[in-house]
């Protein structure tokens, strides 16, 4: 009877298949064979699930039978919702089948529905080496911080199917973080971990937001009812790592860092933290590997961004190939081919000829030496208690209220950018940055200045059309109004500008200027006069590129001032692209070549010496945007921060041996915890501020980035190493939803607390009408270790109530009241003079400093200033962040202190000097070296 079935089942007349399964499982209803037949023909004839009845009683044995029975369970379980049960035959069906790659898929499927990504891979090898390539899933598992929206309509599936069962909105918990919704995130997450333990991919994740966001009795709540194989999951160690960096514990962050990699070896956020946890603990050379394959994560996932660009495709295919990833680099391979990329088939014939002699993926000698003992490094102790925080010693002003108001109009400051834009429906990438914001006072009158770059009709590659846009130089009348002496101080730059920088280059005691161009950079003397001179031919600083920002400050040690110019990008293509406005995706940066930096040394004669190739500072794939130079470890030598766009930062450590001994610099981004951010991840940086912003000594950076991507807050920390601190700083959720570009630190009610001003505004027009364009500033008030609040823009003035397209963003005191101010440049409305007029505010005291033996500008001087029982700090800069040149002054808020007891000045050349017992509400200069103090009138 089973020979006429299966006879029947060939001809594929499966009514008489049912006809005679069913004499026989009558006779027999364990008959393997007439349950499988019976089975097949029920699903061919009513469908899958007509057949569940019969294959769920066939033994899962192993056999053939078996495993077809148990793919159509696994198929029907999948169809209907329920995704557990689908996940666990579909697993069965490849243990008994490894070359099912149906099941493989389904898989993949349901964990990307999940948001399991790290449980990808295990399945994603197998797939490849069958050569079966799907392009999603090389994606999900080469970044997997992406999540999938096109599972959102299984998932739907899976909540109507079974409503009490939590499970299918792990994804929506992840969105929710990722949206900055974590307490909507922790009660879906603890209500999945609670039914299904087992989903250490949900613990992870729970524990991740309850380091953040969570107490500590739920975090230690969390870790004790982790199940046993919870280890296995590298998340898992990775939230470890953390919480025992938090605690303190830095070798046992080493470890668990370590644990995690040993897991997932291209674990991007691990790597990141595990080569910044080496460097704490004093091992930079062993750190050194892991912050190598951290920059190259980053740029993968940079790369796999951009699948149809088949020149990025093949970088990645390289990239992978360093990475020891073969099978994933041939698939893309495969994916280029379908695209009849013509590189495509050598690269992979290649890449199998490497598989077929070795099989296996290794790992690069110093990682396997350091990851196959790690027993050296403790577990950490979470009994311990946590680091105490440092007492707040600063005092508030009661009942201050925050006020600003912008006086542009009233005060004679009239300019607006003009970006060349010459139509709604195309927009090239020139015209998205807007100018530069400088502050100088050029005339040593004592009333800060303001320099406005200009735009222009778009920039062509050998020539500039004629036009008559210029930068304006405005006057501060004795605090009552500005006015434009652009034409009397013989400045003509009429270039495309970006943004511009302020220093003393020849030591006479004036100001002068360098034009950040597209083009040719301008550098302009000042004569003392009044007047400028165009000093740009002469002294070899021109280049020819794109630059945005810029700075002055003696990078050697030889008390002369030198350039550096952060370039953007560049290439032929970029003069002729037109981006089309209403379509997704844009124009991208990525689309073009990252620009070298470049670094002129002062020749003390006037001229400069290009040693950006001799001196530590060439890097791929920069597109700066922002830069701050800075004596970030007290050493007396200006390192330099650079913020660049879609790619990791950088953080040129500056090693020269000897003040005016050969520059040296060493890009150290990555190992100190500067190059991406928490998550180990690149973003589009642009503005930068630094300052000492949670009063423990050190400089700290707040890094503004793109929409829906919060800022970076990286607080320094004893060792010099640096760490993202968004999260506890209480900006991450209110910095999500902008893209932020100039930003700075002051203390707007002289509380003796720094506060933070971000300007907002997007880089394009959005396409979707659910996206902002124009955007509110923002104005956070400092509660002291590094925490802030926003308070109502209405609180804060009918500045903050509008919307813009906010750019550079320039700090100064322009009335010379002790409340700092801000001038913020606009993509296509006036400049903002922003004016501080907080009615209760604290004392004050400012400084300007004059160096002798150091360079003039004093960049890198610090000073101290004590007052009872805190010490406040706060160091001269250069950069100063996104296109502008802040006021070479330093304002301390005193909070109710009338009196100074010791000021503390650290100044570059390493003189100490140290004076005593001031009165508030002066502004003194401080000359290197002299032992009395000027009070300026």
Known sequence: MITRAVDAAERKDFADVERLTAIVLQRDPESVKALFLAGVAAQETRGIKAAIPYFELIPDDGTPEAT???????????????????????????????????????????????????????????????????????????????????TLPFIQRCLDAIPTDPLPQLLNAKWLIRDKKPHEAIVILKKIVEMHPDIVDAQAELGQVLLEFGTPEELVAWHTQLPGDADAHPDIWLVRGLWATKLGQEEAAVRCFGEAIRRAPYHPSANSQLSMALTAVGQSTRAEPFAERSRMLARMAILIGEPSNLDKVRELVKLLQELDRLWEAAGWCRIAMANNASWAKPMLDQILFELANHNAVTERSQILAFLSDLSQYGLPDFRRAARQDRPDHSVAVDGSRIRFRDVAVDRGLAFTYFNGAVGDQTESLFELDGGG??????????????????????????????????????????????????????????????????????????PDLYIANIGTNVLYRNNGDGTFQDMSAFSGTQGSVWTSSCLIADLNGDSLPDIYAVNYIGGDKLYTQ?????????????????????????????????????????????????????????????????????????????????????????????????????????????????????????????????????????????????????????????????????????????????????????????????????????????????????????????????????????????????????????????????????????????????????????????????????????????GDGFQCSNERRLIFGLGTEETVDEIRVSWPSGLEQTFYDLQSEQELILVEGRSAMHVRH
């Open 68 to 150: 077809h029975a148990l793919f159509a369970r696994a198929e029907f379980a999948y169809q209907i919702g329920h995704a557990r049960e689908a996940e666990r035959l579909f697993l069965r069906v490849v243990e008994l089948d490894p070359s099912s790659t149906k099941a493989r898929e389904r898989i993949i499927f349901i964990y990307a529905a999940q948001g399991r990504m790290w449980e990808i891979s295990q399945q994603l090898n197998p797939l490849l080496e069958l050569g079966v390539v799907d392009m999603n899933h090389l994606i999900a598992v080469g970044s997997p911080n992406k999540l999938m929206l096109t």
């Open 437 to 510: 914001v400088g502050v100088l006072d050029y005339n040593l009158d004592g009333w800060p200045d303001l320099y406005l770059t200009q735009g222009g009709p778009l920039p062509r590659r050998h020539e500039m059309p004629p036009h008559d846009y210029g930068d304006c130089l405005f006057r501060n009348q004795d605090g009552d109004g500005f006015v434009d002496v652009s034409k009397s101080s013989c400045l003509d730059n009429k270039l495309y500008s970006q943004g511009l920088t302020v220093g003393d280059i020849d030591a006479d005691g004036f």
């Open 578 to 878: 037109e981006c089309r406005v209403n379509v997704t995706p844009r124009c991208a940066p990525t689309e073009h070549t990252a620009e070298q930096d470049r670094l002129y040394l002062n020749d003390g004669d006037g001229t400069f010496s290009d040693v950006t190739d001799h001196c530590g500072v060439v890097a791929p794939e920069g597109r700066g945007l922002g830069i701050v130079a800075a004596d970030f470890d007290g050493s007396r030598r200006l390192s330099l921060f650079v913020a660049n766009d879609m790619s990791a930062n950088f953080f040129f450590e500056n090693q020269t041996p000897t003040p005016g001994s050969e520059l040296a610099f060493v890009e150290n981004a990555a190992l100190i915890g500067l190059a991406y951010n928490s998550a180990g991840i690149a973003q589009a940086c642009m503005g930068v501020a630094a300052s000492d912003a949670n009063q423990d000594g050190l400089l700290d950076l707040f890094v503004t980035n793109f929409y829906r991507s919060s800022n970076a807050f990286y607080l320094q920390l004893p060792d010099g190493s640096f760490r993202d601190e968004i999260a506890a700083s209480q900006l991450e959720q209110t910095t999500f939803p902008v893209l932020g570009w100039g930003t700075q630190f002051l203390d707007a009610e002289l509380d003796g607390i720094l506060d933070l001003l971000v300007t907002n505004g997007h880089v394009h027009h959005p396409s979707e009408a659910s996206k902002p364009h124009r955007m509110r500033p923002q104005f956070f008030r400092g509660l002291g270790m590094g925490r802030f609040n926003e308070p109502s823009a209405k609180e804060l003035g009918p500045y903050f109530e509008g919307e813009y397209l906010g750019r550079a963003m320039a700090r100064l005191d322009w009335n010379r009241d002790g409340l700092e101010d801000v001038c913020i440049g606009h993509l296509d409305t006036p400049v903002a003079l922003v004016t501080n007029e907080t009615a209760s505010h604290g004392h004050w005291l400012s400084f300007r400093l004059v160096g002798v033996d150091s360079s003039r500008d004093a960049i890198g001087a610090t000073v101290f200033v004590r007052c009872g029982q805190r010490t406040l700090m706060a160091q001269l800069t250069a």
